[in-house]
T-cell receptor, first 112, second 115 residues
Framework: QKEVEQDPGPLSVPEGAIVSLNCTYS??????FMWYRQYSRKGPELLMY????GNKEDGRFTAQVDKSSKYISLFIRDSQPSDSATYLC????????????FGQGTRLTINP | GAVVSQHPSRVICKSGTSVKIECRSL??????MFWYRQFPKQSLMLMAT?????????EQGVEKDKFLINHASLTLSTLTVTSAHPEDSSFYIC???????????FGDGTRLSIL
């Protein structure tokens, strides 16, 4: 069993839809959770990071963590074609100096 | 803030050539940097953890004599692919964190093609 499970998709939705991306993890020692966006042929770009269970909002993006269920989500409101990318969830035990464990990544396409 | 720069972005070279990739933290100091490899449509695979002033820590299965890592300063880590062969063709990405309690930021990657 992988430490972090993420549905690879592909996921295709119409412009303006609410997108829900999800990951589950198995190790309760994971404390920090990140969502990265990766465009084709580019490095991952940090979108959101959080430590606590609950919701964290930044513009059209909301990250949700449920440590009791070991479940993390990213919601994108009013999705735009420019949101089309691969979204990677990542987690770690200690932030910064310790390696990240990534999900497989979900390929998302927003159709105009 | 927290910008990581990687150079070159693209390398095409003949088999047997050694290739050096640079990773720089532009506006912060990073005692730890990470090197990843990514195959098409797959997630990132950690190759090694680069520590300033000490030897890198390699993940299981990664040949340290093939992938030489040097972290000579708090803003620069280099990955050298020695005697590269076509199977070494891949997308190589580095990352760094500004502080020990901050998330990692990634460079834009280097696409390496060995002919």
């Amino acid at each position: 069993q992988k430490e972090v499970e993420q549905d690879p998709g592909p996921l295709s939705v119409p412009e303006g839809a609410i997108v829900s991306l999800n990951c589950t993890y198995s190790n309760s020692a994971f404390q920090y959770f990140m969502w990265y966006r990766q465009y084709s042929r580019k490095g991952p770009e940090l979108l959101m990071y959080t430590y606590s269970s609950g919701n964290k909002e930044d513009g059209r993006f909301t990250a949700q963590v449920d440590k009791s269920s070991k479940y993390i989500s990213l919601f994108i409101r009013d999705s735009q074609p420019s949101d089309s990318a691969t979204y990677l969830c990542a987690t770690t035990v200690i932030q910064g100096a310790q390696k990240l464990v990534f999900g497989q990544g979900t390929r998302l396409t927003i159709n105009p | 803030g927290a910008v990581v720069s990687q150079h070159p972005s693209r390398v095409i070279c003949k088999s047997g050539t050694s290739v050096k990739i640079e990773c720089r933290s532009l506006d912060f100091q990073a005692t730890t940097m990470f090197w990843y490899r990514q195959f098409p449509k797959q997630s990132l695979m950690l190759m090694a953890t680069s520590n300033e002033g000490s030897k890198a820590t390699y993940e299981q299965g990664v040949e340290k004599d093939k992938f030489l890592i040097n972290h000579a300063s708090l803003t620069l880590s280099t990955l050298t692919v020695t005697s590269a062969h076509p199977e070494d063709s891949s997308f190589y990405i580095c990352s760094a964190a500004e502080y020990s309690n901050q998330p990692q930021h990634f460079g834009d990657g280097t696409r390496l093609s060995i002919l």
